[in-house]
C-alpha cells in the first residue's frame, strides 16, 4: 500500500502579523509549523502504516525553507519526502498550487491513497484536497476523522458532519482530507530527524521541468484568481456605560434603541 | 543539496514539545513533586536519552551541542524535567555504554534508551563531597567479582533507578588514583535506597541515599580499568559541567521572558513598570548575561565535539552561566515584587530551581579555586 500526504508548511498561527502598508504576511523571524490538519492527516497514515503496512510518502511545494516540514514529517515516520520548489511556482493560488501538486503526484510511481489536512491555517480555503481529486479524477472524501476499513480495491470512512457523521465508501485511489481524529499527532524521533538532515536522506527537490510543467502554468502566472488587498478587520467595540436609576436607564437605553432602529 | 539544519531542527521540535507537554504542567509538577514518569515516557519515545551515543549502537547519532540544545529548551520548561533527562542522557549510562558487555547493554542500556529502566551516578558521599579522594566506599575483589560496601549521598533520580554506577576506591592510600566505577544493579542483594529528601528545588527530580552492604558484583562489572578512574572522570566532567552551563540557560531565558512579559503587564504609578530605569536594567542584564552564556556554552559544546580538551572552557561556562542563572531568577523575584514571594507565580520557582545548578558538577567556590590555578595562583 501506498500512501501520499501533502503537507504545508505554515507560519506559527499565533504569531501572524500583517504589515500595515502592504497587508502581506510578514514572514521574517515567524516561526514555521506543520499545517495541524496536515499533521492529522500524516498521523492517519503513520496508524495506517502500523496496522495495514504502507510506504508513505509526503509531498509539499513551497519555499527551500519548507524543507523542515518535510524532515519533520521524515522524523515522524514516513519513508520519503518530495519537495516542489521553484521561483516558478511561487504566487500560487489554490488551483495553480493544485495543478502543479496534481502534476508532481503523476511521476510518483504508484498510490493507493492520498491524505490531506482539510485546510491549511493561513489560507483557509479548503480547496487543495478537492481540487487535486478533480485534477487526477478520483473521488474523494472531505472532513475524514476516522479510518474504519482498509481492504483491497476500498476504504471505509467517517466524515465529520455538523450534527453527527457519514459513514462512506470509497473506492481506491482515493483522495481524503482529514480533520483532527482520535490520536494525538505523535512528536518526531530526534534520530530520525538528524538522518532527515543527511545527504543520504530519502528526501528529493523537483522544480518546474522535473514535474514537466511551463512557468506559464504554474505559480502567480498559471493562478486563476489574484490576491488584490490582504488586510486584518478591525475590531473596534465601543462600549458606553449608562448610570443612574435604573429606572432613568431604562428610559435612556430604550431611547437609543429607537435612535439606532433596533426597535 | 537541500536539507534541513539539524541544530534548528532539533531545537524548534524539542521547544514545540516543551511548549506543549511540559510548560503547562510545570507549576502543577513541581506542586506534587512526584517523578514525572508520563513526560518521562514521551522523552524516551522521542529517542532523546540516545542523544550522545552513536546510532548503530542504539543511540540517535547526535553530540554533545545537540544534547545541550535539548538540556536548554527543556530547561526552559522545567529545570527538574531537564535535569533528569540530562541524568539519563549522561551521567547515568556513560559508563555502562562505553564499558558495558553486550549482555549489559542489552539488560541495562538499551532498556534505559527506552526509557524502561532508569541510570544513576554516586560519587558524593556523607563525608566526602567536593573532595572525592576521601570516598570511603570500597571495591574489594574477591574469587568471583567485587564486594562493595559504603555509602553514597545526592543520588539524583536514586529512588526510581534501576541501576547505578558507583565511583569507589580500590586502593584508600591512592586517594584520586585509586578510585574507579562499578555498576550495581538495584535488585542485587546488599542494595538500600533511602526515600526521597525533602529539597528547595527541583522538586520533580527525586534525591536520596544509597547504601550498599557486601554487594557481590561480577566481574564483568568494573566500568574502569585499574588506575585509569580519575581520568575517566576527568573526561565526563567536561561535559557535565557544559550540560550544566546548558540547564542554566534553559532557565535564564524562562526568567527573562517572564520578567518581559510581566514588566510590560504591570502598571506602577500610571505607567508600565517596564518603562522604569530600573526594571529595564535588571532585563538588560539578563539578556547580555544569557547572550554570554551562551557563547561561552556552546563553544565548550563546540570544543567536545571536535575532540578537543574542553575542561577550562566547560568550568568557566558552567561557573558563569549558572551565577548568571541565580541572578536572572533572583531579579525575576524582584520585577513580580510582592507576586514573586507567592507561590501561584513562576518567579519563585525559577529563584529555588537555580540553586540545583550551583552543586553538581563542582561548587563554584571550587570552581573558582581551579580558574585561578590555570592562571597561575
Ligand atoms: C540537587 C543536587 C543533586 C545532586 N546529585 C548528585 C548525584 O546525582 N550524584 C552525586 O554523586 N552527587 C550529587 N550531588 C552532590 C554534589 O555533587 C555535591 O553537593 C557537591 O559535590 C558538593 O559537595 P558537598 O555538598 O558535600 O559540599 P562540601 O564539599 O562539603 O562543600 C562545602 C562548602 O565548602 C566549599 N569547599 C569544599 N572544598 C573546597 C575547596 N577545595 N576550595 C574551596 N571551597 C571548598 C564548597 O564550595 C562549599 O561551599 C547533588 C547535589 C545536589 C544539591
Ligand atoms: C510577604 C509579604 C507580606 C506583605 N504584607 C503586606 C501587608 O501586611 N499589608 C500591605 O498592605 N501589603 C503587604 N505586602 C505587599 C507589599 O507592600 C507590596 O508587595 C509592595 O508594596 C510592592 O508592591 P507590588 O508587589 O504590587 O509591586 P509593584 O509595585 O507592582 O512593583 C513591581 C516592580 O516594579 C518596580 N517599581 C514599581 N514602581 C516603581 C518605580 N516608581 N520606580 C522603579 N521601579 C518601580 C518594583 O520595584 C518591582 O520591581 C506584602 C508583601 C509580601 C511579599
Redesign the pocket.
Known amino acids: 500500500m501506498n500512501i501520499i500526504v501533502l503537507v504545508k508548511q505554515v507560519p506559527n498561527n499565533t504569531e501572524v502579523k500583517l504589515d500595515p502598508k502592504t497587508g502581506n504576511l510578514i514572514r521574517e523571524g515567524v516561526d514555521t509549523i506543520v499545517n495541524p490538519d496536515d499533521l492529522q492527516a500524516l498521523e492517519t497514515a503513520f496508524t495506517l502504516k502500523e496496522t495495514h503496512g504502507a510506504t508513505i510518502t509526503v509531498l509539499s511545494m513551497g519555499p527551500v525553507q519548507a524543507i523542515d516540514a518535510l524532515s519533520e514529517a521524515i522524523g515522524m515516520g514516513a519513508d520519503k519526502a518530495i519537495l516542489l520548489s521553484d521561483r516558478a511556482f511561487a504566487g500560487a493560488d489554490t488551483w495553480a498550487t493544485s495543478f502543479t501538486l496534481g502534476k508532481a503526484i503523476q511521476r510518483v510511481e504508484k498510490f493507493d491513497l492520498i491524505l490531506t489536512g482539510r485546510q491549511a491555517i493561513d489560507g483557509d480555503t479548503a480547496q487543495v484536497g478537492p481540487q487535486i481529486a478533480e485534477y487526477l479524477d478520483l473521488p474523494q472524501v472531505t472532513y475524514v476523522f476516522d479510518i474504519e476499513k482498509l481492504d483491497t480495491g476500498y476504504v471505509q470512512v467517517k466524515r465529520r458532519l455538523e450534527d453527527g457523521y457519514e459513514r462512506i465508501q470509497c473506492s481506491l485511489p482515493a483522495v481524503l482530507t482529514i480533520i483532527g481524529g482520535r490520536s494525538k499527532p505523535r512528536y518526531p524521533e530526534i534520530s530520525k530527524l538528524l538522518s532527515a538532515c543527511t545527504k543520504r536522506a530519502p528526501i528529493e527537490v523537483w522544480n518546474a521541468a522535473d514535474i514537466g510543467v511551463t512557468t506559464a502554468e504554474v505559480g502567480m502566472n498559471g493562478s486563476l484568481t489574484q490576491v488584490i488587498k490582504t488586510f486584518a478587520p478591525k475590531f473596534e467595540r465601543q462600549s458606553e456605560f449608562l448610570e443612574g436609576s435604573a429606572a432613568s436607564v431604562a428610559r435612556d437605553l430604550v431611547e437609543r434603541f429607537k435612535r439606532n432602529k433596533l426597535i | 543539496m537541500i536539507r534541513s539544519n539539524p541544530e534548528e531542527l532539533v531545537r524548534k521540535n524539542i521547544a514545540r514539545f516543551v511548549d506543549k507537554e511540559i510548560i503547562p504542567v510545570a507549576q502543577e509538577l513541581d506542586n506534587k513533586g512526584e517523578f514525572p514518569r508520563e513526560i518521562f515516557e514521551k522523552l524516551a519515545r522521542m529517542g532523546i536519552f540516545g542523544i550522545r551515543y552513536p546510532r548503530h549502537k542504539g543511540g540517535a547519532g547526535g553530540n554533545t551541542t545537540l544534547f545541550c540544545i535539548i538540556c536548554e529548551e527543556i530547561s526552559r520548561g522545567l529545570l527538574s524535567v531537564a535535569s533528569i533527562t540530562a541524568?539519563q542522557c549522561l551521567?547515568g549510562t556513560n559508563f555502562l555504554f562505553h564499558s558495558g558487555t553486550p549482555e549489559m547493554l542489552d539488560q541495562y542500556f538499551l532498556p534505559a534508551m527506552r526509557g524502561e529502566k532508569i541510570g544513576?551516578?554516586?560519587?558524593?558521599e556523607p563525608d566526602?563531597?567536593?573532595?572525592l579522594g576521601a570516598i570511603t566506599t570500597r571495591a574489594t575483589e574477591v574469587d568471583d567479582g567485587y564486594l562493595i560496601n559504603g555509602m553514597?549521598?545526592?543520588?539524583?533520580?536514586?529512588p526510581e533507578a534501576s541501576f547505578y554506577t558507583v565511583?569507589c576506591q580500590t586502593d584508600p592510600t591512592k586517594r584520586l588514583r585509586g578510585i574507579g566505577y562499578f555498576f550495581v544493579p538495584r535488585h542485587f542483594s546488599g542494595v538500600s535506597v533511602s526515600s526521597p529528601f525533602k529539597?528547595l528545588g527541583?522538586r520533580t527530580?527525586p534525591?536520596c541515599e544509597v547504601a550498599f552492604k557486601d554487594v557481590l558484583i561480577p566481574k564483568e562489572y568494573r566500568l574502569t580499568p585499574e588506575g585509569q578512574g580519575l581520568n575517566s572522570f576527568l573526561k565526563i566532567i567536561a561535559e557535565i559541567r557544559t550540560m550544566t552551563a546548558a540547564l542554566a540557560i534553559g532557565l535564564q531565558r524562562a526568567a527573562m521572558a517572564d520578567s518581559i512579559k510581566y514588566a510590560n503587564e504591570r502598571v506602577a504609578s500610571g505607567k508600565p513598570i517596564a518603562k522604569f530605569q530600573l526594571i529595564q536594567a535588571k532585563i538588560a542584564n539578563m539578556v547580555t548575561n544569557l547572550e554570554a552564556s551562551r557563547l561561552m556554552t556552546y563553544r565548550a559544546a563546540a570544543m567536545i565535539d571536535a575532540g578537543q580538551d574542553a575542561l577550562k572552557e566547560s568550568t568557566m561556562a558552567k561557573y558563569f552561566a549558572t551565577e548568571a542563572a541565580c541572578s536572572a531568577t533572583d531579579e525575576c523575584t524582584r520585577i513580580f515584587a510582592g507576586y514573586g514571594y507567592s507561590m501561584e507565580y513562576t518567579a519563585q520557582r525559577y529563584f529555588r530551581d537555580s540553586r540545583?545548578l550551583?552543586?553538581?558538577?563542582?561548587?563554584?567556590?571550587?570552581l573558582q579555586?581551579n580558574i585561578a590555578r590555570w592562571v597561575g595562583l
Do not use: R
Request: aromatic share 8%.
Open positions: 541524568m551521567m544513576c551516578f554516586c560519587m558524593t566526602a563531597g567536593s573532595d553514597k549521598t545526592w543520588v539524583t533520580d536514586g565511583m529539597c527541583t527530580t534525591i540545583f550551583l552543586n553538581g558538577g563542582g561548587t563554584h567556590e571550587v579555586g
